[in-house]
């Protein structure tokens, strides 16, 4: 791979097509919700009965402009639904209500967060509108035809190719997933379906400036999968390329048991969409006030909260990006954050005693670890040195199990610091009297044993002392003579 | 709009393509007459071609529109047997077509 | 009296069935005689509802009895079978829609439902309402009850002939190109298209959307209005239909055309017309004149170019709304191995041959290298055309032309000529792509007892003034109604 890499060049643009978190479908009254026994969220609409015509869920045209704005799109004033055309038992009407030449949200980039802060950048071509198809069954003997997500609400997202590596597609999809998320556009859900990605793969010599031809790699559930896909796509082009064969435009399917893309067998025939307007929906009108109303209300963006990490909180870029990957943690880290100093510690924290928390317990966020304001009481007491920070990381361990507050668990644990000058002070007299050699020792030199009268003192102390007030005494003590 | 060398407009070939395209089976017969009748068809549409609409822009639709979107409300009940009364073929409240290959 | 009630006019049932002179049962009872009677002759009616329609009549009657019913609680229609009907089948008169049962009615059928109208039945059109005759019906032509070696007209020949055949006192129909106003002049009734906009299509099968309207079918342009106050107002179901206050058609009906502005398009009255037809069109304008409307001459210069935009712009629409009929969730299965054959071979002979030859064509119109040339050209044609009626009507209040070129033509004659039977539309088809409100009422008779049908033509939303306008000449009495031949 690595003398085909400094060969050659891949080009990759990938399409996305994410579930908008509606509670209807786009064009009907039926549930959008996921999972529901077969044909059960189905009405003569979505399942394109004679005469039946689509009425648009205002819903989906909020969204859409939502994430358009957060990708710096520029919003169409007018744009129209059109028909593609062609035959699928999943597509009931025998067209798709999509939008082809005046898409709702036209330009436009994500910014993908660099390792060392330097972000780049990729370029949208557009971001439109349409509805989702059925979904169909094999069985042995025939297929079967689900009309539950027919009529779903879809954004479609496609970038320019402006992507180079399997990585740099991973990175895009999950700036973009969190995107979705941060704005409530889409649970990017990918098992489920909600968030569906495919890859136009191509590969050139490096500095060609002509694109070679591309293949369409369809059928990866997961980021790992699109990563896989695209790599052994480009080492396939290349191979045949490298073998002087020429490359077919053609689709494939990811083959995740195998690891390879093969190509479609039902795509024989040669697809003419026929796009014409929509007569049966008006022209989708967007006023510059809705434009501005849903722009005031935009969440923030992980973009934006990466840099008021590292500019505000003083956070490393790494942490920034770990802690804004997803939404849920990032509202978590920050609901810490009140009444506290010391913002590094809430982030150090948040990365490994909660994702650790998490992880173990393969539970939702929510569910596995106990309301932020708890852990910021907790950490509060670290910062007021009433616990150590290996009793607060105790303390959080049982209330993940417990569920009890950070109060009541430190008491039941018996957690609380000593900090009680007069009686630290008492029993570092104590051990200054018991230990009179060491002592000696020390005060002719021996520094290192400094650390010796700090065990002792804490052993003394049944190891709930304040080791900085230990210190600070011992010090005085010993020094005065 | 193109015709071919012999003044055609269509030919059997684009017949037997819109077709498939349009998924209509036809008999032979049929495909001959259908081939004249579009032949007369696109003849008699080339008269458009006398008007010049170069500054002219389409109009796709007519009227004024209603209440043109609905609010995100969940309004229909869940009634799957209605949905599959007139189905041909079923299993499992699904429809059932012939095994689809990708 | 009850013998006879279905030769009443809505207007006239009203007042009976309030008056309790006339019971709903007993006028369903006696349409329902009727259309027994005649149907052998005439196949107005697709599938008839006995049972139903005297179940809606008694539930009527009650309502009736209870002294606040609607304006058509009781009133018997026949519904053109391109009307989704709850529980009663809707084949559009194709074998691909046999058996097809709707769950769901259309809007305008849940209103009229809902006012406690009676539904006779589902009446015979063209299939899909491809047609000027009703000959392409799955289910066999509709005779004219004037002539029945002669065409009902199409596409809602069935209803225009059953209001004729007085099977029913009004009826359903839709209109893409003339199909509501070609088959009332070619039956000598009254039928209205209103403002594209005006009625909902929601549950009306698709032909081509863009130009799809509903409008009913009367024996009298009060009855019309009638009919057409129920059928009109915004419905959340459809984003397509306007949400514009309905106003009370029958109330504009004054009788008065004092300085009515009538334009008379100098396009319309062309070689190749019946002459009888012109005759009865001058005859009529100058009974306007004489009733106090002044006659302007106006243009419609894009006229020709009409039927071409027309055939480009329906097929097209059509080949993708017909593009459901797949054999998957409803309608007629042609059994194959793989799917591509099912779909073709459902559709090949689910389809009669008018549906294939328009899906044909709509689909090369917006192929790859033809949409340019041919859908969207047609579509600029369309502005020009729309553009024509905006300048006339700076001139003018109503138009007034003939409904068709000719009286209803002999069954067959047309048929091995699509060509021929699509120019029959030629003076109704501008209508529908400038989206306008037209009407067709009886103006006269041919030589062979033929009706011939006057079109008013208003500008969008005028339906006021073409009613009142054929209400006046109607009430003056210059036309009298001849009895049919059933």
Redesign the interface.
């Known amino acids: 791979m690595s003398a085909h890499e400094e060969k050659y060049e891949a080009v990759i643009g990938l399409e996305v097509h994410a579930q908008l978190l ?3 479908k786009i064009f ?4 959008a919700q996921f999972g ?9 609409v979505c ?15 909020e969204l859409a402009i939502r994430l358009g704005l957060a990708a710096h799109c520029r919003i169409a004033p007018r744009s ?1 639904f059109e ?1 593609k ?1 062609y ?1 699928y ?1 999943d597509l ?4 798709q209500i999509s939008q082809y030449q005046t898409p709702l949200c036209a330009g436009g980039y994500i910014e993908l967060p660099g390792e060392n802060g330097d972000a780049a950048r990729v370029r949208l071509v557009r971001i439109h509108l349409e509805e989702d198809a059925g979904k ?4 042995p ?7 539950n997500r027919s009529g779903v609400p879809l954004v479609e997202i496609v970038s320019e190719p402006d992507i180079r590596t399997p990585q740099q597609a991973g990175a895009y999809l999950r700036e973009l997933r969190s995107m979705v998320r941060y704005l409530d556009v889409s649970d990017g859900n990918m098992e489920e379906g909600s968030f569906r990605c495919d890859a136009n793969v191509s590969v050139r010599p490096r500095g060609a400036a002509a694109l070679g031809v591309k293949t369409e790699v369809k059928n990866m559930n997961s980021f790992r999968h699109v990563e896989h896909a695209i790599a052994y796509e480009i080492e396939r082009q290349i191979e045949l390329l490298e073998a002087g064969e020429r490359i077919m435009q053609e689709t494939r ?1 990811w083959d995740p048991d195998r690891g390879v893309t093969r190509s ?3 795509k024989e ?2 697809h ?1 969409y ?4 929509e ?4 022209p989708l ?1 967007v006023t510059p006030d809705l434009v501005e109303q849903i722009r005031t209300e935009m969440p923030e963006l992980p973009a934006a909260r990466r840099a008021r990490y590292t500019a505000e909180l003083g956070l490393t870029p790494y942490e920034a990006d770990v802690l804004t990957q997803e939404r849920e943690l990032s509202d978590y880290f920050e609901a810490l954050l009140p009444g506290l100093d010391n913002r590094k510690t809430a982030a150090n924290w948040v990365m490994t005693e909660v994702l650790r928390a998490v992880n173990e317990s393969g539970r939702p966020l929510a569910e596995a670890v106990p309301a932020p304001a708890e852990v910021g009481a907790l950490l509060k007491m670290v910062e007021d040195a009433a616990i150590s920070l290996n009793a607060a990381k105790a303390a959080f361990a049982a209330m993940c199990k417990s569920g009890k507050g950070a109060q009541a668990t430190v008491a039941e644990l018996g957690l609380l610091q000593v900090s009680d000058e007069a009686a630290i002070t008492a029993a570092c007299e104590q051990v200054i009297a018991a230990e009179a050699d060491k002592v000696a020792e020390y005060r002719a030199g021996r520094d290192k044993l400094f650390g010796f009268f700090v065990g002792q003192v804490m052993k003394a102390m049944g190891g709930k002392a304040n080791p900085k007030i230990i210190n600070e005494v011992l010090r005085r003590k010993l020094a005065a003579n | 709009m193109a015709t071919d060398k012999r003044g055609n407009k269509i030919n059997l070939e684009q017949v037997r393509h819109i077709a498939l395209l349009a998924r209509l089976e036809l008999t032979a017969e049929e495909e001959q007459r259908m081939l004249g009748d579009l032949e007369e068809m696109l003849e008699y549409v080339d008269k458009l071609n006398q008007l010049d609409t170069g500054a002219v822009e389409p109009t796709a639709q007519v009227g004024e529109i209603g209440a043109a979107m609905r609010e995100d409300t969940v309004t229909n009940r869940e009634d799957p047997a209605s949905i599959l009364a007139n189905a041909p073929a079923a299993r499992e409240q699904m429809f059932k077509v012939p095994k689809i290959i990708e | 009296m009850t013998t006879d009630a279905c030769k009443l006019t809505i207007a006239q049932a009203q007042h009976l069935l309030r008056s309790r002179e006339l019971s709903a049962t007993e006028l369903t009872r006696a349409c329902l005689d009727r259309i027994s009677a005649v149907e052998p002759r005439l196949n107005a009616f697709i599938t008839i509802c006995h049972e139903q329609a005297l179940a809606q009549a008694r539930d009527a009657e009650r309502r009736l009895a209870q002294g606040d019913a609607p304006a058509l609680c009781g009133i018997p229609l026949a519904i053109k079978d391109i009307y989704a009907t709850r529980g009663v089948r809707t084949t559009c008169a194709s074998k691909i829609l046999e058996n097809f049962v709707p769950p769901y009615d259309a809007t305008v059928i849940a209103r009229l439902r809902a006012e406690g109208a009676v539904f006779l039945g589902k009446a015979n059109l063209d299939e899909f309402a491809m047609g000027s005759s009703t000959e392409n019906s799955a289910f066999g032509p509709t005779r004219n009850p004037c002539d029945l070696q002669r065409v009902a007209g199409g596409s809602s020949g069935g209803s225009a002939a059953a209001v004729a055949a007085d099977e029913c006192l009004g009826a359903l129909g839709t209109d893409t190109g003339g199909s509501i106003r070609e088959p009332a002049a070619f039956c000598g009734v009254v039928g209205i298209k209103p403002t594209y906009s005006r009625v909902s299509r929601f549950g009306i099968i698709a032909y081509a959307s863009s130009l799809d309207q509903v409008g009913p079918f009367a024996k009298t342009v009060r009855d019309a209005a009638i009919l057409l106050r129920s059928l009109a107002g915004a419905d959340p179901a459809d984003s397509t239909c306007s949400t514009r206050p309905v106003p009370d058609y029958e109330r504009a009906l004054n009788g008065e055309v004092k300085g009515l502005r009538i334009g008379v398009p100098k396009e319309y009255f062309v070689e190749g017309m019946q002459p009888e037809v012109e005759g009865a069109v001058r005859a009529a304008l100058r009974h306007y004149e004489s009733m106090g409307a002044t006659t302007v001459e106006v243009s419609l210069p894009h006229t020709d170019y009409a039927i071409a935009a027309y055939y480009l712009i329906a097929t097209a629409e059509a080949s993708a709304n017909l593009e459901r009929y797949d054999g998957i969730r409803y309608g007629l299965r042609v059994e194959a191995d793989n799917l591509t054959d099912l779909y073709r071979r459902s559709r090949g002979r689910g389809f009669g041959a008018e549906v294939k030859r328009r899906i044909m064509l709509g689909t090369f119109a917006l192929s790859t290298g033809y949409y340019d040339a041919y859908y969207l050209k047609a579509q600029k044609v369309r502005t020009l055309i729309k553009r024509d009626f905006d300048q006339a009507f700076a001139r003018c209040d109503l138009i007034v032309t003939p409904t068709a070129p000719t009286t209803a033509f002999r069954l067959g004659e047309k048929m091995s000529d699509p060509l021929q039977m699509y120019l029959s539309d030629i003076f109704t088809i501008s209508v529908n792509l400038a989206g306008l409100p037209g009407m067709a009422l009886p103006c006269g008779y041919d030589r062979q007892g033929m009706p011939i049908g006057l079109q008013l033509i208003g500008p969008a939303f005028g339906e006021e003034t073409v009613l009142r306008a054929g209400d006046a000449y109607e009430r003056s009495g210059a036309v009298t109604r001849r009895p049919t031949v059933v």
């Open positions: 509606t509670a209807s009907c009254g039926c549930s529901a026994p077969p044909n059960t969220h189905v009405c003569p399942s394109g009965m004679p005469g039946v015509l689509p009425v648009f869920n205002r819903k989906a045209l129209i028909r055309n035959f038992p009931p009407k025998g067209y169909n069954i094999h069985a003997d025939c297929s079967l035809i689900d009309f399917l479609m067998r039902s025939y040669a003419d026929r796009y014409f307007p007569p049966d929906l008006p009108i």
